[in-house]
């Protein structure tokens, strides 16, 4: 734990402002760029959330909560809530396959050609663009589709299984794929990194591959976990080609919402919803945060894996 | 009342201006350029172009530079009144009723009707020049007709019961509310044809009071969409699509029996099926009107350009411009007449031009049924928002 502390440095508004200053003109140069570029654009982005749009104009003169109870009022915090609930069951569906998988790929497989086939294979996802991986899982899905006139032709189904394509099944099924690898990449990464000697030594020491699996090796890629949740939980949460295209307008999240208001310039709405999103992410942030600390502060997350 | 007045390529240039000021307030060679040539440029939807300009250069002796936009009216008014792209660009195309917002406030110009480079105007039939989509809610005349449909949906005759011909008169309740079609039909997830659509059918009915089912108040369309809300929980809807590659795919693939869509995707859709398999629907309760008015920007009067782009704004209702519409992509418009005329004096075969006079045949006999539509509608936000508790149930 000392060791950590001494990483982490002073704490504090005062610990953290000696620790930016210290690192010269890089430092507050990043922070300067960043409040200009980000912050300054999102703070103009909520108070635009209390403006008001009239006949397709953006009225300045009276900011008020207007738009944040039409939000209300509109069902559209319906799909803030539909967007959650996927997102955390697609998070929890990914995380329960890709480690596994990742402690394979990391830990068990032993030809390097397979890994570097398999690595290979994981970022062909990220070659293509959404609409068109998702397209070809329509005729696929779709009540005459290749899965539902196969199943009829051999006699096991008698109606085609409509609930394949169109509905939340579809849109799970199909984000599955495209959201794999920011799972699997981090955590696979991370137990690379755990040595051998240690699950060896867990074994010496009498442990069950259950124990050394629950006391040693998730311990330690704990980092990889968390930052597998975050680059998957948040893109998921931004999600709207694959709901669209797969959910067929029953399963409308928070990106088509703010997609439909942008259509009709209903700026104040997108940013509503937009800001929405935000606090929804700074309150994922604090969850990191507070798990993180458990494991060192959060900027040294992998130093914990040092031996 | 403070309202965003500045653009955002003003914004840029009185930026610029500290820097240039000289030069670009005394010489502009690309406004120059376009001033001494014969280059119309345009902004619009892709729908208004020709597929190859070349035939228009080579009969009127202009060039076109064609910008293309999307149906998004949100992308078409940011690029009108924030980017304000009449600074480059001399006609816009869009759905009519973009005028009632744009003309009043300074950006389209006042349709000089008795310009001499206008010969076909007088000829147009009112129908389609006098159209409300063209004129201001003072009457005031922005644009000229271009090209124009009555909107209904696809359907497959054999599932419905109707006759296979595509002559009968089908009633949208097919679409919202029938036992023969609950779980196979599809219809857009747009407030703007969905929603005004479904206003009508039920002012049509009278199940709901409404005056102007195109632009329903905000109580108007609460009702209209409790009622599709039960629509939709008594599961009549397969899907709700969004694009008219998936309008064609639906049809294509099968997956429902009836669409609300445009009139070519039911040709792309018979294109994989076979000649005549889906039909475009005559109604019983009317037509989602819209057409494309072609608009010259105020702005456009200073680059010394307006004769030829006078000259652009007849062509639209040439009967060479309107054969080839016809011909690619099946859409009617003003004087018919006259691209039959073209059609048949430059040779083209017998198949094409009774195919053109089918589209104006067809045309016609959607005259006789009410037409509506209005895309810049006054409570369009309140019917938006009504829209997102049907989407979000």
Same mark, same amino acid.
């Given at each position: ?12 508004l ?25 912050v ?6 909520v ?35 539909r ?31 397979v ?18 991986r ?112 797969l ?35 700074a ?25 | 009342?403070?309202k ?12 610029a ?30 729908t ?14 202009l ?10 009216i ?22 009519? $009723?973009? %005028?009632?917002?744009?003309?009043? @406030?300074? /950006?389209y110009?006042v349709?000089? #009707? +008795?310009?001499?480079?206008? *010969?076909?105007?007088?000829r ?17 005349q922005?644009?000229?007709?271009v ?5 209904s ?6 599932k419905?019961?109707?006759s ?17 079609t ?6 857009d ?5 969905? $929603?005004? %659509?479904?206003?009508?059918?039920? @002012?049509? /009915?009278?199940?709901?009071?409404? #005056? +102007?089912?195109?632009?329903? *108040? ?70 989602y009107?819209?057409?494309? $008015? ?6 456009? @009067? ?10 652009m ?31 048949t ?15 104006e ?6 005259f ?22 049907f989407?979000?149930?």
């Amino acid at each position: 734990m000392n060791n950590i502390q001494e990483i982490e440095g002073p704490r504090g508004l005062k610990g953290w402002y000696t620790n930016m200053m210290s690192a010269g003109w890089v430092v507050p140069t990043f922070v300067a760029t960043w409040i200009c570029i980000v912050v300054i654009p999102l703070v103009i982005m909520v108070y635009f959330s209390f403006l008001d749009v009239r006949y397709y104009e953006v009225y300045y003169d009276e900011p008020s909560f207007k738009i944040w109870w039409s939000i209300i009022e509109s069902g559209r915090w319906m799909a803030v809530t539909r967007t959650l609930r996927i997102t955390a069951t697609l998070t929890i569906i990914q995380l329960l396959i890709a480690f596994p998988f990742a402690l394979w790929l990391a830990k068990g497989c032993q030809s390097k050609g397979v890994k570097a086939s398999i690595i290979t294979l994981l970022t062909i996802p990220f070659f293509l663009d959404a609409s068109s991986r998702i397209i070809v899982w329509r005729p696929i899905l779709g009540t005459n589709g290749v899965i539902n006139t196969v199943l009829m032709d051999l006699g096991i189904i008698n109606q085609p299984m409509e609930w394949m394509l169109f509905s939340e099944f579809a849109v799970h099924f199909g984000m599955l794929a495209p959201y794999f690898p920011t799972m699997v990449f981090p955590i696979f990464l991370v137990l690379t990194l755990i040595d051998d000697e240690y699950i060896q030594a867990s074994r010496d020491l009498g442990a069950s591959p259950g124990q050394t699996l629950f006391h040693v090796i998730l311990p330690l890629s704990l980092p990889g976990i968390v930052a597998g949740v975050v680059f998957t939980m948040v893109p998921l949460m931004a999600a709207f080609v694959e709901p669209g295209m797969l959910g067929g307008g029953f399963v409308n999240v928070l990106g088509d919402s703010i997609e439909a208001a942008l259509r009709n310039l209903k700026y104040p709405t997108a940013a509503a919803m937009s800001t929405l999103v935000m606090i929804l992410l700074a309150l994922l942030l604090v969850v990191l945060v507070v798990i993180s600390r458990r494991r060192g502060a959060l900027g040294n997350i992998f130093q914990t894996m040092k031996r | 009342m403070s309202k965003f007045e500045p653009t955002r390529r003003d914004v840029v240039k009185g930026a610029a201006a500290g820097v240039v000021v000289a030069a670009a307030s005394s010489f502009d060679p690309a406004k120059q350029a376009l001033a001494a040539s014969n280059v119309v440029t345009g902004y619009g939807v892709t729908t208004s172009q020709l597929k190859d300009w070349s035939i228009m250069t080579a009969s009127i002796g202009l060039e076109m530079q064609w910008t293309g936009t999307n149906a998004d009216i949100g992308t078409y008014m940011r690029d009108v009144i924030s980017n304000d792209l009449g600074e480059t660009h001399d006609i816009f195309i869009f759905d009519g $009723g973009t %005028e009632d917002i744009l003309g009043p @406030k300074g /950006h389209y110009a006042v349709l000089q #009707e +008795d310009h001499p480079e206008l *010969t076909l105007w007088d000829r147009t039939s009112d129908d389609w020049k006098r159209t409300d989509l063209l004129k201001d809610a003072a009457g005031v005349q922005y644009g000229v007709p271009v090209i124009g449909n009555g909107d209904s949906f696809g359907y497959f005759p054999d599932k419905l019961g109707a006759s296979a011909d595509g002559m009968d008169e089908i009633s949208f309740e097919m679409l919202y509310e029938s036992e023969v079609t609950r779980g196979r039909c599809a219809t857009d997830q747009s407030w703007l044809l969905s $929603g005004s %659509e479904m206003a009508h059918y039920c @002012k049509h /009915h009278g199940r709901v009071e409404i #005056e +102007d089912a195109t632009d329903c *108040t905000g109580a108007e369309m609460r009702q209209v969409v409790d009622i599709a809300i039960e629509w939709k929980k008594a599961g009549q809807f397969r899907t709700l699509h969004t694009a008219f590659e998936e309008q064609v795919q639906l049809l294509a693939n099968r997956e429902v029996d009836i669409i609300n869509c445009w009139e070519p995707a039911t040709k792309n859709a018979n294109l994989e099926l076979g000649a005549d398999i889906v039909k475009y629907a005559f109604t019983v309760e009317g037509y989602y009107k819209w057409g494309h $008015g072609a608009y010259m920007h105020v702005k456009a @009067k200073d680059r010394g350009n307006v004769d030829n782009i006078h000259k652009m704004l007849n062509y639209y209702m040439s009967g060479e411009y309107r054969a080839y519409q016809a011909e690619q992509r099946g859409y009617a418009g003003p004087n018919m007449d006259l691209g039959i005329e073209y059609a048949t004096a430059n040779g083209w075969s017998e198949d094409q031009i009774a195919n053109l006079a089918w589209t104006e045949k067809k045309v016609n006999k959607k005259f006789e049924k009410p037409f509506f539509g209005k895309p810049a509608a006054i409570h369009a936000a309140e019917m938006e928002e009504e829209w997102q508790r049907f989407l979000n149930v």
